[in-house]
């Protein structure tokens, strides 16, 4: 039978279940990556497991996120990091040595093979022809251990491209197509794989683009054909011989096919604040900008900053905007500066950031109060830069280079009537390529003694299920309620090694009184439940909006639909996702009802229906609670950590 891309990779590598339409199974990861703000947290995980070595393929351990380093936190974490790659077999990049997914893609991606990865924004290995898939860091300390990851047989959807984008129009503007077509919900399960004559018209980092921000949608992970293109992006960094040919089987089934042309896509913006509120540029022009920021994982690679360079050069920025610009990897930064791009940007007024994802995650560059930031990154949601007020556009390097010399958005294809042609940058032969930033296994010779600063504890350890769930709804929320307001990223991230610390802060920008509220019904003997709207959990993979609620005495979620993320980061940790069967029964309820999940362990354990009454109403209704045996056998014993134990491993 002929096959997708996708098929061939997960059947090659399955080693639990059958490959059928939703069925759950267990693949073998060839490679997993952490990044510093969720890695502390997977390596106290897997320690816990007490495996004396990765047994990965590659294991990589990237220092990316928390690198401004203010307070002696982020510095122990990154110490404690160090020696944990030193003794268990692990590579170390450095701070500075650039954001865990360019570098991994540079670097270390291999078409064919699986990544999993404590970020959300793994997929991007897809630009090379990899499954990869964001996790929750316990996920990918279990892979470490050598367990499988498990799935649901995704729904492979078919994403035809035709043609080839017009000049002034970029890989970004595909992706936010892409999300003005399929929302930020109703995706979860799904795979986009990419195909058609528009595919070779891509270059690697270009389809990095659009496997990044494929996530913004919900679905599993992206992944384009591992081609000629492919070859000669492996053969730059010197890794030919990393090189396959990956491509669909002629008459392979999808569960959906779509088709789109490239050059009818023009330049687009995600308008504040969700990546799914698409509008094209042509309709936002003369608003006044006050903030470029040029980076993150989604554009900060060789091609993106080639042609902002360009674009920028010999022109000064606006009077009225901070402009700043984050190279993606140090390769990135190096070979910009061989070429003479880094001087162009420099002396057009950008403020050169850290290699590291910075004001992406909102712990720099936080814009003023109102102001109005366009941003190359890949998401916007409300509070994220830091700064409530602001209001965050989502753009290509293009049109973020337009707004830096106009001082307000601007359709870049406009450009050319101020003199400026179109840049095409064409990718290196060769990469000037330095690997001394990584620290490889076997630096250190003899035992490793482990670095434990005073910000670092021990995973706190969940309760198994209880026999009835009596609680009360200590929040309601609507829909799309991202990570980022469960548990906050920025200035918080520090405290991701300290989880009775990192609890306060939870649902902070939503309503702060949650946590004293939901310690107060915790220590009364009482549960915690969250109920919650359609595309719960959306955004960032940080188990941390699952372990902290695990912490403060939640024991179930209620929501519309849960994103795949998080229903399995709740799962790891012990809380059971349960999906309302009526809206109804999700706008009767309100915070501070009083609930009862009678017989819960009982009926999760052998079947039947699930009740949930309402005690302060005197209702109640039916929830769905769709969970493979392995989850079930988890939540019953507690989380993860404690089914593993009860393994014997």
């Known amino acids: 039978m002929p096959k997708s891309i996708v098929q061939k990779i997960l059947e090659g590598h399955l080693v639990d279940g059958e490959y059928e339409p939703d069925k759950e199974i267990g693949i073998r990861i060839d490679q997993t990556l952490t990044q510093d703000a969720t890695g502390t947290m997977a ?27 203010i307070g002696f936190e982020n510095a122990d974490d990154h110490r404690y990091l ?22 991994h893609l540079e670097r270390f991606g291999k078409p064919g093979k699986t990544l999993l990865g404590s970020d959300s924004h793994t997929p991007t290995g897809g630009g090379i022809g990899m499954i990869a898939i964001g996790s929750g860091g316990l996920d990918v300390a279990v892979a470490m251990a050598g367990g499988p990851f498990y799935l649901t047989v995704p729904k492979v959807i078919r994403i035809n491209l035709h043609g080839k984008l017009k000049p002034w129009v970029a890989a970004k503007d595909v992706v936010l197509k892409m999300l003005d077509i399929f929302t930020t919900k109703g995706n979860v399960g799904c795979v986009f794989e990419y195909g058609g004559d528009g595919v070779k018209s891509l270059s690697v980092p270009e389809r990095a ?33 990393d090189w396959m040919e990956l491509n669909a089987d002629e008459g392979a089934e999808y569960y959906k096919t779509i088709d789109i042309n490239l050059d009818e896509i023009e330049p687009l913006a995600a308008t504040p604040h969700s990546p799914g509120n698409i509008e094209k540029i042509s309709n936002l022009k003369d608003i006044e900008v006050d903030q470029v920021c040029i980076g993150s994982c989604t554009n900060s690679s060789y091609k993106d900053l080639m042609t902002v360079a360009h674009i920028l050069d010999g022109r000064t920025t606006h009077p009225n905007v901070s402009f700043v610009v984050a190279p993606g990897s140090r390769q990135v930064l190096e070979n910009i500066s061989r070429e003479g791009a880094l001087s162009k940007l420099i002396s057009a007024g950008a403020r050169i950031a850290e290699s590291a994802c910075g004001f992406c995650i909102g712990n720099s560059q936080s814009p003023g109060t109102d102001a109005v930031s366009l941003r190359t990154s890949n998401r916007n949601f409300l509070g994220r830069s830091g700064t409530k007020s602001a209001n965050v556009y989502l753009v290509s390097p293009e049109t973020a280079a337009a707004a830096v010399i106009t001082g307000k958005i601007t359709d870049p294809r406009g450009l050319e009537n101020m003199g400026i042609e179109y840049p095409d940058i064409k990718m290196p032969e060769k990469f000037y390529i330095n690997d001394n930033m990584f620290i490889f296994p076997g630096y250190v010779k003899g035992n490793v ?24 709804v200590t929040i309601k929320v609507g829909d799309k309620i991202t990570t980022d307001h469960i548990i906050p990223a920025g200035s918080k991230m520090k405290y991701r090694s300290n989880v009775p610390k990192y609890s306060e802060f939870l649902f902070e920008i939503v309503d702060p009184e949650f946590y004293k509220r939901a310690i107060e019904i915790r220590d009364s003997g009482k549960h915690n439940i969250i109920v919650a709207g359609l595309s719960y959990g959306q955004g960032s993979s940080r188990e941390h909006a699952a372990l902290c609620p695990m912490f403060v005495g939640v024991k179930a979620v209620i929501a519309m639909s849960i994103e795949r993320i998080h229903n399995a980061n709740l799962i790891n940790f012990g809380i059971v996702p349960l999906l309302f069967k009526n809206k109804k029964d999700y706008e009767d309820i309100e915070q501070g009802d009083e609930l009862e999940i009678p017989d819960i362990k009982k009926i999760i354990q052998d079947g039947g229906s699930l009740i949930v009454r309402n005690k302060s109403k005197g209702t109640e209704f039916e929830v769905d609670y769709n969970l493979s045996d392995r989850e079930k056998q988890i939540l019953l014993a507690g989380g993860t950590l404690a089914y593993m134990k009860q393994q014997g491993g």
Do not use: W
């Not at 007490?50 to 928390?66: C, Q």
């Not at 599993?220 to 960094?237: C, G, H, W, Y």
């Not at 003694?449 to 009360?472: C, F, H, M, V, W």
């Open 43 to 69: 390596y106290l995980q897997f320690e816990a497991m007490g495996i004396p070595r990765t047994k990965a393929e590659l294991s990589v351990s990237y220092v990316d996120h928390n690198t401004v380093q």
């Open 209 to 241: 683009t659009i496997t990044n921000m494929g996530a913004e949608c919900g679905v599993t992970t992206s992944i384009f054909p591992s081609d000629e293109i492919t070859r000669k992006f492996l053969r730059s960094q010197g890794r030919e011989g």
């Open 449 to 472: 003694e482990i670095y434990r600063g005073p910000n670092i504890g021990e995973p706190p350890q969940s309760e198994p299920l209880a026999e009835t769930i009596d609680g009360k």
């Open 82 to 103: 160090q020696t944990i790659a030193a003794k268990y077999g692990i590579v170390y990049s450095r701070a500075g040595n650039g954001i865990c997914h360019q570098v």
